[in-house]
Nanobody, 116 residues
């Protein structure tokens, strides 16, 4: 069983920065694709960014140039650096781990609130 724990959310003013972390346990890490998704009130859960085991990265258009995803395989942790935050970035952010056989695992989420 894979276990994910997110941290780093909080309240920040527009234009500010936050760094989310997601620590993974219970599985080998380096072979997994890791990702961040977000879900605003009354909205579906949307992709924010993913990073494969080979460090290939994908971003949602809405965060390109502002957010950076990275991973530390030794620490079994994935990060999301969020800069130039906007009120529309307000959401609950979820860490995702997709193992090589295709199963998805999710964390419980961390709230990010950006005030205008």
């Amino acid at each position: 069983q894979v276990h994910l724990v997110e941290s780093g959310g909080g309240l920040v003013q527009a234009g500010g920065s936050l760094r989310l972390s997601c620590a993974v346990s219970g599985s080998g890490f380096s072979g997994n694709t890791m990702g961040w998704y977000r879900q605003g009130p009354g909205k579906q859960r949307d992709l924010v960014a993913t990073i494969t085991s080979g460090a290939r990265i994908t971003y949602a258009d809405s965060v390109k140039g502002r957010f950076t995803i990275s991973r530390d395989n030794a620490k079994m942790t994935v990060y999301l650096q969020m800069n130039s935050l906007k009120p529309e970035d307000t959401a609950k952010y979820y860490c995702n781990c997709r193992v090589p056989w295709g199963t998805d695992y999710w964390g419980q989420g961390t709230q990010v609130t950006v005030s205008s």
